[in-house]
Each structure stands twice: as C-alpha cells, then as structure tokens.
C-alpha cells in the first residue's frame, strides 16, 4: 500500500508542470516591427507602404475579435521561384516598344528593389498560340532533325530572354514547353487541333527536347527544367497534342534516360501541365509507375478548370501534395480570356490571381508562372485570335504601357516571398480574410491578407502571444513583413 501512495504522490508533483501553460517562443517578434504594404480598389495604394506597427503582448484574443494567426515555428514546402511566360507574342511587343518603355517594362518585372523581382520564365519549343503564325525548327518529315534551327527565334524571342537574364541579375531559372510536336510525328498529320505523338517517333520526339536545350544554352540561355506538353487533353484550334496517361508514361520512359545521356538529368521534368480538374488522376497514373516516376521532379498544372462554370479544385492540388508530398507541385499558367480592351482596369483581374495564390500555395504549391507577362492593346499577337490578358499590356500604337491590378497581385508574392523561403503556418478567424505566409533565408516573415469583401475589416496578426492592430481594406491585398 505505501508503494501506490508513493506512485500517487509522485505523478501528483509532476501535475503543476503538466497543466502549466507552455511559454511561447517570443523570438519571432522580439524588437521586430510589421511593415504593411497595400494595394486597395478605390484607392492610390498600388504595392503602396501603408504603415508600420510594433507588437504588443497578446496572448488570448477572444472570439469577437478577427485575427491572422501566424505560427513560423511550423514550416512546410519551400518557395522555387514567380515568373511569367517569355512567348514570341512578349517578344514581339516587347520590341515595338520605345527603347525607354522596354527598360522599365524589364525593371518593373525582374529587378528585385524597384520591381517585383520575378526569377522565373516559361517559355514555348516550337510555336504555340501566342505565336504570329506556326513554325517548326526541323523541315517536315525530318526525324534525323539534321534540318533543326532556331533561326526563328533569333529575331525577337532570343534576344528578348537575354535582356530578361540580364534585368534579373544575369540568370532565371527558364523552363520550356512544347504545344506540338511536329506535323509529321502526329497522327492527325497537323500541328493544330490536338492528334497524339505517334510511338514511333517517341524517341526522335526526345531527341527532340535535347536538341532544343543543347541550341539555347549554346546561345546563353541556360534551361532550368521542362514540361512534357502544355495542355495535355485539350484539343484546341491552335497548336496542341493530346497525351492519355498511358501515353505520357510511356514518353516519360524515353524522354528521361535520353535527357539522362545528354547530361540532363539535373533538368527539372514536369508532367500534365493542364487544369486541376484532372490534375490528382494525372498524378497518381504516373507517379505510381516507378519506372516513369523517377525522371519526374514535378506535377505542372493550370487554372482554367473554371472553363466548366464551376470554382478553382484547389483541393485537387491539396490531395496531390498529400499523396506525393516528395513531388513538387507547379502553376505554369493562368490568365484572363476573352480580352476586351475597355475592361483592363476591371478590379476582378487581380482579385482572381490574389485568391488562387493564396489557395494554391496553402495546397503546396511550390512555384508560380503567369501566363505571357507582356501583350499588345489587342491582347496578342495571337495567330488564331485567342486574345487574352497579361498584367501589362502594351499600347504599340502611343508607345504606353499599362499595369493592370494583376502586376501588383502578382507583386504581393513575387517581391517579397524570394526563392528558398518556406510556408509557415498561417489562419485566419473569419472567411472574409484570406492568408498565408512565408519565413525568407533572411528570417524576414511575409505575411499575406486578402479581402475580396466590400467591407473595412480590423483584425489582429497574432504571432507568438504578441500582435499588431491593423485593417484590410475593401478589395485589397496586403504583404505584411515581419523584421
């Protein structure tokens, strides 16, 4: 009996240390300061300093009271990169630009300190949509590509990415895709209006690709990674190639090794590349083929999925990540359709890429890559007429260019979340905000607030027991840093 009143006693004295409230780690606020900056409808603010708030100790907020929770101790995937497309149509107006609109237009862009610092650029093999018409670097029936130039590209679109590079600071990490193989290699004979990649000509379709990063990085242009093809089940009237799962595996199995024996394994290959509505079935096919799942570094995909008249399946993205969590999750493209020049100050632009931002990373998204980063006032040049918006447009005729509010969208992440940084856990108390956050190399913390609401909000960012007081503007986006 002693024994057990010793026990009793014993767990007993350890029970003022289990229910004592655990001290929070402070370090992450201590003598730091939380630099706000906005962009709000209605207003002036555009990736504007709107204020500067110390800390103050807060450990319990109560439940009438809004909060963004921020819990850096608590980190998830790291950040690639933010970028645009570098398409022949970017390149194109790009050049009908006075010399002086072309400079601000790549500072805006790729300078880190007085743009929104993009590291990232997609850019097509062969022609795609947003092309001024359809080429082919190899004459047809060439499967030997002992024809293969990129003469084409010389141009405009080659000098245009070496002017990016050296905006950037001399590199990006440039990634390239394909919108059909040519016409000869396909069974429908023709580069537009989908057809498949015929099997015999998988390898010379390989070769391909090797031939295409060996040329741009003989010229200067070193190439980051790779995707198989840009919108792999759609049939469209421009340039596209329809691969099945099955089809894509089977290619996998000889693009890898083929990349492998150029010396190209250390190229990042994606997959699918294509809407998310398909993006998990895509996933799971070939990543649960091990023979093809080792060449792949990631899963592409895009936002157009809403094509339906349904919202975005971020939660498609989310189960991918959960399933794969050592495959890498990728947004290669998203713009706005059906261009209307009267309509390019439209509020909604931003607001889209605002929300699927924060919802794709919140998913595990680990890179993001805007559709073409430049257009004209028509919304191309587009040789089948498939205008679209970009977040700045150019006016070729009166030599201007105009940011839309999806530059400064854009901007909230690209300029202050820098390659390398990590997700950290972030919430919010009420649906009318929206959040997610970073923790950068330096230390500094980005945090994200979105309101598409028509109302003011207050709310406290709570981190570590100690918060600010600040508010979210009506249709705003906010970058609050942590320093």
Not at 133 to 162: C, M, T, W
Request: aromatic share 14%; with cysteine; glycine share 8%.
């Amino acid at each position: 009996m002693r024994k057990k009143h010793f026990l009793s006693l014993s767990v007993m004295l350890f029970l003022p240390g289990i229910f004592r409230a655990k001290a929070q780690n402070t370090s992450f606020t201590a003598n730091k300061t939380v630099t706000v900056y906005t962009t709000a409808q209605n207003t002036a603010y555009r990736l504007a300093k709107t204020a500067t708030l110390n800390f103050a100790p807060k450990p319990q907020p109560v439940e009438t009271e809004i909060s963004v929770f921020v819990d850096p101790a608590k980190t998830f995937q790291s950040v690639v990169g933010f970028g645009g497309a570098l398409t022949d149509a970017s390149a194109e107006t790009f050049y009908k630009l006075p010399k002086n609109k072309q400079q601000e237009l790549l500072q805006a862009y790729f300078n880190a300190d007085k743009g929104i610092g993009y590291t990232m650029g997609r850019t097509n093999i062969q022609s795609c949509d947003f092309s001024s018409g359809s080429y082919s670097y190899v004459n047809e029936g060439d499967a030997g590509l002992k024809s293969f130039s990129v003469k084409h590209d010389e141009q405009y679109r080659i000098p245009f990415i070496k002017q990016v590079m050296a905006a950037a600071g001399g590199k990006i990490n440039l990634f390239v895709t394909p919108w059909s193989p040519p016409a000869f290699m396909k069974t429908n004979h023709d580069v537009l209006h989908g057809g498949h990649l015929l099997p015999q000509y998988r390898q010379a379709w390989a070769n391909f690709f090797v031939k295409f990063i060996s040329t741009y990085q003989k010229m200067g242009i070193p190439i980051w990674g790779l995707s198989i093809q840009n919108e792999e089940m759609a049939t469209q009237t421009w340039e596209s190639c329809v691969y099945t799962a099955d089809e894509e595996r089977a290619f996998i199995k000889v693009l890898g090794p083929t990349l492998q024996k150029a010396g190209y394994a250390d190229k990042k290959l994606m997959a699918w590349d294509h809407n998310r509505d398909l993006v998990y079935q895509r996933a799971s096919a070939v990543l649960e083929d091990l023979a093809a799942a080792k060449y792949v570094w990631g899963i592409a995909y895009h936002w157009y999925e809403t094509w339906t008249g349904g919202e975005p399946q971020f939660v498609n993205v989310r189960r991918v990540h959960e399933a794969f969590p050592k495959t890498n999750l990728m947004f290669t493209e998203g713009c706005g359709e059906k261009f209307d020049y009267s309509k390019i100050n439209d509020w909604g632009l931003g607001e889209r890429y605002g929300n699927d931002m924060v919802n794709d990373f919140n998913a595990g998204t680990t890179g993001w890559t805007d559709w073409n980063i430049l257009l004209d006032e028509k919304g191309g040049p587009n040789h089948v007429g498939n205008y679209c918006y970009s977040p700045v447009i150019a006016d070729t005729k009166t030599g201007e260019l105009h940011y839309t509010n999806s530059f400064y969208y854009l901007g909230h992440f690209s300029k202050f979340v820098r390659p390398g940084a990590r997700r950290i856990a972030a919430s919010s108390s009420r649906s009318s905000l929206q959040t997610t956050a970073f923790i950068n190399t330096d230390g500094k913390i980005a945090v994200i607030v979105l309101n598409l609401s028509d109302q003011k909000i207050a709310y406290n960012l709570s981190v570590s027991g100690n918060a600010v007081e600040t508010s979210s503007l009506p249709h705003s986006i906010s970058t609050l840093i942590i320093q």
